[in-house]
Structures are given as structure tokens and as C-alpha cells.
């Protein structure tokens, strides 16, 4: 298998989470929320460089980086969108890497995802010819408002999906989809504007995003159940 880099777009305002500073550098568990995150792929050893992507230089940020230099390479050229930032981040990177390599997109706003789920996304793909995504089916039952914020519809969740980070596809098909569809906000919808097929691989419930102020009280539990596990608390 060719080698994985991965692209951890971290260069959002995090409005709708609010504080002092952008949700990706608030602490959980005492560390930067994105530590948790680039530790995640630090640790796997099918992954060769990991490209966390911010609105400035680490060190021009204030930001601790208790990084090897080798492995986890800052870039800082974060876009006004979370798509144009990755876009930003392939077109470095297309010198670097060939066009066939892997790259894994994750939020670094995802700071919960399981090495089992990592495992099983690059393990169905590896041999895939367009790539795919982690993902839930829907277990809510889904309702459309109407304009006075009652219910207008309630959906047929049959086959749908919620998507989850990472998301994995080849640099030159990436590049080239998101290019045609800079709007896309994740990367399979980019892939599906040029008429691909992203497979679905099983995500996890515990792989959430940190959105809203209470999501970083749910990852904190999640980290320390997965710690007491890991620990056989
Ligand atoms: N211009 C942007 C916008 C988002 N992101 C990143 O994309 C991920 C997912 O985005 P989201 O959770 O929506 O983060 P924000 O855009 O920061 O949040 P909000 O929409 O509430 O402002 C996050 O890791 C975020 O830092 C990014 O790199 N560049
Ligand atoms: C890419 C994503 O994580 C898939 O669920 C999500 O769309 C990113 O969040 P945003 O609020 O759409 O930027």
C-alpha cells in the first residue's frame, strides 16, 4: 500500500463553540484539544506524515508543540471555509507527494477517534479505487421544520448516513474534486460531484465533533472511559 498522509484542517473560528480562543486550542484534559487529535495519528505506524493545518505558525500562535518536526509538519494556510482550507493544503502538498498517495482528512475539531475505527477505515479502502469515509446510519428519527419552527415533515431515514472524519482519497482525485467544487463541506461530496462513489466504512458514536460548548464535557468522559479501559480500570 502506497503511504497515508493525513491533512487535519484546525484553522476554524469554532463560533458556534464560543471562548477565548478557537475551539481546537481549548484544553481537555489539560492539553490542546488538537494534541489529542494529532496523537491519534502519531501513534499508527501505516501513517507517514501528518499536516495539521492553521491560520499561522504554531509557535506565531502562542501554541505549546510537543511535536517531532519530521513527522507532524504545521502549515499555515487555513482558508475562510473548512474546504478551501484542505484545498490550500493539497496544492503545498502536490510537490511533496505523488498524485496515488492516500490522505486521510480528519477534523481536528474529532479528537475521540478509536484506533479501531483508524484501523478498519484504511484497512476496507487500502485496495479501493476511489476511497470512502467513516460514517453512522441515522438512529433519529429526522423532521423538517416548516417557517414557524414546527414540524412540516418528518423524513424517511432509510440508507442515510451521518459523515464522519477521516475521510480518505487519493491526492491528484482529491485535489481535482475539490477544485471543481469548492463549496463541498466534507471531501466525499467533492468525490461525488465528479460522479465517484465513496464507500461507507462503519463509524463510531464516540468519533463526535466538538461543536457546542457541552461536546468538550462529552469528549472529556469519552477519553477518560477509553483511558480507564486502555488501563483496565
Ligand atoms: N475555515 C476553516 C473552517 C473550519 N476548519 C476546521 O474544520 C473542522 C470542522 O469544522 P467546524 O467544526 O465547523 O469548525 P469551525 O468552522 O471552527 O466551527 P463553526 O462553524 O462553529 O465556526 C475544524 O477542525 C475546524 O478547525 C478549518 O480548518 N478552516
Ligand atoms: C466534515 C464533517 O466533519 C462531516 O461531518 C463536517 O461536515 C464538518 O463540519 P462543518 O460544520 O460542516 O464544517
Redesign the pocket.
Known amino acids: 500500500m502506497s503511504p497515508c498522509v493525513v491533512i487535519i484542517p484546525a484553522g476554524g473560528s469554532g463560533s458556534r463553540f464560543g471562548g477565548p480562543v478557537p475551539k481546537q486550542f481549548s484544553l481537555l484534559d489539560g492539553v490542546p484539544l488538537l494534541h489529542h487529535t494529532l496523537r491519534i495519528f502519531d501513534a499508527h505506524p501505516r501513517i507517514f506524515k501528518i499536516y495539521p493545518v492553521l491560520s499561522a505558525l504554531p509557535e506565531d500562535l502562542g501554541l505549546a508543540w510537543p511535536f517531532s518536526s519530521t513527522r507532524v509538519q504545521p502549515l499555515a494556510c487555513a482558508g475562510p471555509t473548512?474546504a478551501q482550507t484542505v484545498l490550500n493544503a493539497l496544492q503545498s502538498l502536490q510537490s511533496l507527494h505523488p498524485p496515488d498517495t492516500w490522505v486521510l482528512v480528519h477534523?481536528a475539531a474529532r479528537p475521540c477517534l478509536s484506533r479501531a475505527a483508524l484501523d478498519r477505515l484504511i484497512q476496507t479502502l487500502q485496495d479501493d479505487p476511489v476511497g470512502g469515509l467513516l460514517a453512522i446510519p441515522l438512529s433519529d428519527t429526522l423532521k423538517r421544520q416548516n417557517d414557524h419552527d414546527c414540524v412540516a415533515t418528518t423524513l424517511d431515514r432509510t440508507g442515510l448516513w451521518?459523515?464522519?472524519?477521516p475521510q480518505m482519497f487519493r491526492l491528484g482525485s482529491l485535489l481535482e474534486a475539490l477544485r471543481a467544487h469548492p463549496a463541498a463541506?466534507?471531501e466525499s461530496s467533492a468525490l461525488e460531484g465528479m460522479g465517484l462513489e465513496p464507500r461507507l466504512v462503519m463509524g463510531e458514536i464516540t468519533n463526535l465533533?466538538v461543536t457546542w460548548p457541552a461536546d468538550l464535557i462529552l469528549a472529556q468522559a469519552i477519553l477518560e472511559v477509553c483511558h480507564a479501559h486502555r488501563s483496565g480500570i
Request: no cysteine; charged share 45%; proline share 0%.
Open positions: 473548512r477534523d451521518a459523515a464522519q472524519t463541506t466534507d465533533k
